[in-house]
């Protein structure tokens, strides 16, 4: 049920994307910065990051618009993407990208604050849209399951760095947790993770932590001696 529920929100928001695209998009937040002004993207995007300090990578798994498109994605091509180098190259991007919103920002002060700036409809924004709907669409189809979220995510790093900011700070987040000892290595937890992680060595290791695990839970509801569980705890 739990499953059916997640899934069922990610379609929800896939449907909701042309409205939410302006709040989630990584180049309205460009051009809003070199006028001055910090946008709802901005606002969204900082929000990712404190609320990952309690909630981890929820919001990929459950709510994510992006992660829903290549989640429909794997019926053509559910092959694993998953690597340390492919999972560097959207630091590399992210570090590039909020550079230059930076820079802009301090060239363009004194900045105002407008959560619905360039939120209007027009054939540029549907361009832009058309645009990064694609290159969602195409990286996944191109590399495989949740492709574009290893390797190219603009948003995922706000929330990396909340993780990491609430377990330096030994603050309680969400988290997963396995019990090895009664584990039969089936290797379905491996199998249905989204993310194409190594679940079943995270579980045999006793380590579940991953900052690219996104809390789906398929592991957790897939395992048929339940021996992952979750919930909000220290590391």
């Given amino acids: 049920m739990r499953q059916k529920i997640r899934k069922g929100l990610l379609a929800y928001t896939a449907i909701l994307f042309p409205l939410l695209f302006f709040f989630l998009s990584p180049f309205i937040i460009v051009m809003s910065a070199a006028n001055g002004v910090i946008n709802g993207s901005a606002v969204m995007f900082g929000l990712l990051l404190l609320i990952s300090l309690f909630g981890s990578r929820l919001f990929c798994g459950w709510l994510c618009p992006g992660g829903a498109i290549q989640d429909q994605v794997i ?71 949740r492709g574009m979220c290893h390797s190219i995510c603009w948003m995922a790093p706000f929330m990396v760095i909340g993780e990491k900011l609430a377990d330096l700070l030994h603050i309680p987040r969400f988290r997963l947790k396995a019990d090895s000892k009664t584990c039969v290595s089936c290797g379905k937890c491996s199998k249905n993770c989204p993310m194409s992680l190594n679940v079943l060595e995270m579980v045999t290791s006793g380590q579940m932590d991953s900052y690219e695990c996104i809390s789906c839970l398929e592991c957790v509801d897939g395992c048929p001696k339940k021996v992952i569980t979750c919930g909000i705890q220290r590391k």
């Fill in 75 to 145: 019926n053509a091509n559910n092959r694993s993407w998953n690597s340390k180098w492919k999972n560097a190259s959207k630091y590399i991007i992210w570090i590039v990208w909020l550079s230059f919103i930076v820079f802009l920002w301090i060239h363009n002060s004194p900045l105002q604050l407008d959560f619905f700036y360039l939120s209007g409809i027009n054939l540029f924004i549907v361009i832009i849209y058309f645009v990064v709907t694609t290159i969602i669409y195409v990286i996944a189809l191109i590399t495989g399951k």
